[in-house]
Structure formats: structure tokens, C-alpha cells
Nanobody, 122 residues
Framework: QVQLVESGGGLVQAGGSLRLSCAASGGTFSSSAMGWFRQAPGREREFVGAISGSGTFTKYADSVKDRFTISRDNAKNLMYLQMNSLKPEDTAVYYC???????????????WGQGTQVTVSS
């Protein structure tokens, strides 16, 4: 059983930066695609970005491309989401997710963290 714990959320002004972390335990981290998703109040959960098991490949939603960067440290079982140039519309609960595949489509994630709140003030 894979367990995921997010951290690093908080309150930041528009234009600022935050870095989220996702700590994974159980499973084989380096073989698992990892993803970030977010859910704003009253909205459906949406895909933010993903990284392959090796870290070679990444993919981002158009809304965060060129502002957010996903990385991972397989030696430490950690994944990161560096968020720059934050906007009020980035306000949401951010979730990390793990797949049993080395690369996953958005509907192929099997394990989810509890989420961390990110609030961007205008």
C-alpha cells in the first residue's frame, strides 16, 4: 500500500512562489508515475502535471505551463511542485497521486494524498 503525504501549502500573495512536497512510502517509487492535481471550491478536481517514474518525462496543464515545475528525488521518495508567478485562480487544495505505471494518463492514478491548501491572495 502506497501512502502519500503532501506538505508546503500556505498563503501567498499573487506573483509569489511556493514549493509543495509529496513524500511517498510503500510501493516502488522509482517505478511509479506521479502526478499533481488540484480542486478549488465548487469545482471538479483537475490535472496539474505529472512526471514519469524515472523523471525523464513531464506533462503540464496549459493553465500552469511555464509557471509550475515538477521534479522528483527517487533516492528520497519525494516529489516536488515548484509554483511560481502564482495567481488567485491557483487557489485550491493540491493533491499528489501515484500510479502503478511508469507513465500514466490522468485516470490511471491509484493512490492519493490528503491534500494541502494553497491560497493565493490578490
Amino acid at each position: 500500500q502506497v501512502q502519500l503525504v503532501e506538505s508546503g501549502g500556505g498563503l501567498v500573495q499573487a506573483g509569489g512562489s511556493l514549493r509543495l512536497s509529496c513524500a511517498a512510502s510503500g510501493g516502488t517509487f522509482s517505478s511509479s508515475a506521479m502526478g499533481w492535481f488540484r480542486q478549488a471550491p465548487g469545482r471538479e478536481r483537475e490535472f496539474v502535471g505529472a512526471i514519469s517514474g524515472s523523471g525523464t518525462f513531464t506533462k503540464y496543464a496549459d493553465s500552469v505551463k511555464d509557471r509550475f515545475t515538477i521534479s522528483r528525488d527517487n533516492a528520497k521518495n519525494l516529489m516536488y511542485l515548484q509554483m511560481n508567478s502564482l495567481k488567485p485562480e491557483d487557489t485550491a487544495v493540491y493533491y499528489c497521486a501515484s500510479s502503478t505505471l511508469r507513465w500514466a494518463n490522468t485516470n490511471e492514478y491509484d493512490y492519493w494524498g490528503q491534500g494541502t491548501q494553497v491560497t493565493v491572495s490578490s
